[in-house]
């Protein structure tokens, strides 16, 4: 079973540092310290806090076993954020939560605006939903994101370095869209919209343009020196998962500007994603 991280976590990583640029005091919390999904423990934290911005980082982002444990992935997920953004509300603090992608079905064959109608097709995106839907009660922000890499956890970007060189083929999906994003870059971007005077509601964080996995595969095999001509698309139905993955997964944005181009935040991620790991030309 998949447990929230909090300010463990790799996304979480990335908005304490630039967080504590700001020069503001700075309190991240891991699951240890804080379980989002005691209720009790939520609202006694913040009302002795007082904080006066949360970034929720926490959430149970195993997609797959949500299906098998949807009610614990919807306590995580849904119910422990109506309870973080109600004692958010009650302590005068601003909240600023994460969400995904996975709250659309992806059968759109344009980019989802951020008042595009929800229609998870997964029990991941159904708990997201709800949390959506209880910050946003208590008139708070949430921000979509997807296709999150970075240095501070496991993803698919870190992945694809580790393969083994002399590895002679990898097969990729390349029937799915969607926008490859640097957590460095959408925690810039959350601890911006946290000082900003823009209104609460929903936000779009992802980088500008789109790809799929394969395109994604093809730059990083071209980054580390390797034949591009080496990763191999593949449909979805090559690799069956317990839980159904949008087709697309591009997100518009209409409220505020998007990341930077995805090509460019890898490029610029690349010497922190690779740190210690010397590149084949294999």
């Known amino acids: 079973m998949a447990h929230h991280r909090g300010g463990g976590g790799m996304l979480a990583t990335d908005v304490l540092d630039r967080a504590a640029l700001t020069g503001e005091p700075v309190l991240a919390l891991g699951r240890s310290e804080l379980d989002v999904s005691d209720r009790r423990a939520v609202r006694d934290f913040v009302c002795a806090y007082r904080p006066r911005v949360v970034v929720n980082c926490a959430a149970w982002t195993a997609v797959d076993d949500a299906e098998a444990h949807p009610d614990a992935a919807l306590r995580v997920n ?3 954020v109506g309870w973080l953004a109600e004692a958010c ?3 005068g603090a601003r909240l600023v939560h994460v969400s995904t992608d996975y709250v659309f079905d992806g059968t759109s064959p344009l980019p989802y605006r951020e ?3 929800a229609a998870p097709v997964n029990a991941y995106g159904r708990s997201k939903r709800a949390g959506e839907l209880a910050a946003l009660e208590h008139g708070h ?3 979509r994101t997807a296709w999150l890499y970075g240095a501070a956890g496991p993803n698919f970007v870190r992945t694809m370095i580790g393969l083994p ?3 002679d083929t990898v097969d ?6 969607g926008q ?3 957590t ?3 925690a810039d971007y959350l601890v911006r919209l946290a000082q900003s005077d823009l209104p609460p509601g929903v936000y779009h964080g992802t980088s500008a343009g789109e790809t799929t996995w394969y395109g994604l595969a093809r730059e990083i095999f071209t980054l580390l020196g390797r034949d591009p001509e080496r990763v191999r698309p593949v449909p979805s139905e090559a690799f069956p998962r317990a839980a159904r993955r949008p087709a697309n997964s591009v997100l518009a944005h209409t409220r505020a500007d998007p990341l930077r181009h995805w090509r460019d935040a890898l490029h610029a991620a690349w010497p922190v994603l690779t740190r210690g790991r010397r590149c084949s030309t294999v």
């Open 115 to 117: 008042d595009a109608p």
């Open 172 to 177: 990729v999906v390349d029937d799915q869209r």
């Open 184 to 186: 460095a870059d959408l």
């Open 141 to 143: 922000y949430v921000v």
């Open 180 to 182: 490859p994003t640097w």
């Open 89 to 91: 509300s009650r302590a």
């Open 165 to 167: 060189a002399e590895r």
């Open 78 to 80: 849904g119910r422990a």
